[in-house]
């Protein structure tokens, strides 16, 4: 049965199909590599004990936890045009719904592992004589940034799984070149769809599965016993 | 905005959302069976299952539940194998959820220290007693939080449902915004009916993870 295999090696299909994976790749690590350093500066702000700091922080923490990404996507893609008159992109509407939801896990990746520190280590170095700044620099941020690299290596994978969702707003990524694939190969391979999203499938799993095991190396590596 | 428009639609949202929540408890009930399989599984090292199991755990959770349900709805029936969407929607949440709930489980049971089973038995408790009166519900405690998240991830992604021509909220939404422009009254809709499917539960998760802290007692 022709399930499509051989439409792939038409042409330049495969290339097209790992070009359409570049795009998602693409806006996934730009909002990764902005979120990072934004959900870094928050997270710390998080952990000071400022009242309203906090409840101002924790409602964006719940906005980006309850609502589902695509719609925020719909919402900046769509929403902007009619309310600023700006016509954003799809690519542009992701990256910013994506730095928007990436900064807030980010920040509480932060608030958990900074927190996670156990108060005695704070006072074991404050009786060794440690400054403030010594404390933090030597003991506190050593062991937190061991707890929080794990944690945000898998927040990159979930970034990259969840870029999948912008073909819903137009962006011509993996899954769109697939569906333009098969519709131009409907009447020479009508199953095509099979092999064409089976390979889609597979290339989505070999591009987030690597980061996951050196996500989950670190973590064994690091583990507090 | 116009109130007008917000009423008369208001019904087809509630259809939307019905169906969102049907198929999603659907899938989540399924996922939660796949999930409590898969760490029995795992926890009685059963051999060569449990490296299909493994094998599954790692293809579910590095793959889209996008590209699942394409797969699922557009690939699958070229097999000869019929899939209405419905099916492909429930199937591809059980899918995804299955390991998300199996790793929630799993680490709920590995996170009793071992000194508990150990204990039990110098007890006299059989295997099965210690299981059922010490391990679990210590276990079930531990991975109550991780649980919640998971059914609230789960009914979020219920969102790509329109894909496979499922006429979901966002399906409803984008419906509305292409016929009629009314861009802001639609999505103003979409954020308020999933605030009323998906904020109760968080609320009810925060209060029921709070009743179970008795796990952490000491720690």
């Not at chain 2, 889209?64 to 070229?78: E, H, M, T």
């Amino acid at each position: 049965m022709n399930l499509g295999l051989e439409v792939l090696l038409k042409g330049s299909n495969m290339l097209r199909l790992l070009q359409g994976l570049w795009v998602a790749l693409k806006i996934s690590l730009i909002a990764v590599a902005i979120s990072i350093p934004i959900g870094l500066v928050l997270g710390i702000l998080m952990t000071f004990h400022s009242r309203v700091l906090h409840v101002i922080l924790q409602i964006y923490l719940q906005i980006v936890r309850i609502m589902p990404q695509l719609v925020l996507l719909f919402i900046v893609y769509f929403g902007t045009t009619r309310l600023f008159g700006i016509n954003l992109t799809g690519e542009v509407s992701a990256v910013i719904v994506f730095v928007f939801w990436g900064a807030a896990e980010m920040m509480d990746l932060v608030r958990g592992a900074v927190s996670s520190i156990p108060k005695h280590q704070y006072e074991s170095a404050g009786a060794l004589g440690m400054t403030k700044k010594q404390t933090y620099q030597y003991v506190i941020l050593p062991q937190a940034v061991r707890r929080l690299v794990p944690l945000s290596i898998n927040l990159v994978t979930r970034m990259v799984k969840t870029t999948s969702l912008i073909t819903m707003i137009g962006v011509v990524e993996v899954l769109k070149v697939a569906q333009q694939i098969i519709e131009a190969n409907r009447m020479s391979s009508p199953n095509a769809a099979f092999g064409i999203y089976l390979v889609v499938f597979i290339l989505y799993f070999l591009a987030c599965w690597p980061i996951s095991l050196v996500a989950r190396h670190l973590e064994k590596k690091w583990a507090v016993n | 905005m116009s109130m007008e428009f917000i009423a008369k639609y208001i019904p087809t949202y509630q259809k939307a959302a019905l169906l969102t929540l049907r198929l999603g408890v659907l899938g989540i009930l399924l996922a939660i069976a796949v999930g409590l399989l898969c760490t029995t599984v795992q926890y009685y090292k059963v051999p060569v299952l449990r490296h299909i199991v493994g094998f599954y755990i790692e293809v579910s959770r590095n793959t889209p539940l996008l590209i699942q349900l394409f797969f699922l709805y557009y690939g699958i029936p070229k097999l000869g194998i019929s899939v209405t969407p419905e099916q492909a929607g429930v199937i591809g949440l059980a899918f995804l959820g299955g390991s998300y709930m199996a790793e929630t489980f799993r680490s709920g049971i590995e996170s009793v220290p071992e000194i508990q089973e150990e204990s039990a038995l110098s007890l006299a408790l059989t295997k099965r007693q210690a299981m059922q009166y010490i391990i679990l519900p210590q276990a079930t405690a531990i991975s109550f939080p991780g649980f919640m998240a998971n059914i609230i991830f789960l009914l979020k992604e219920t969102s790509v449902f329109s894909a496979v021509s499922l006429m979901d909220l966002m399906f409803t939404a984008k419906d509305l915004i292409g016929m009629y422009a009314k861009t802001i009254e639609s999505l103003s809709m979409l954020v308020v009916f999933y605030l009323i499917i998906l904020l109760p539960i968080s609320i009810l998760g925060n209060i029921v993870e709070k009743k179970l802290r008795y796990a952490g007692f000491g720690t």
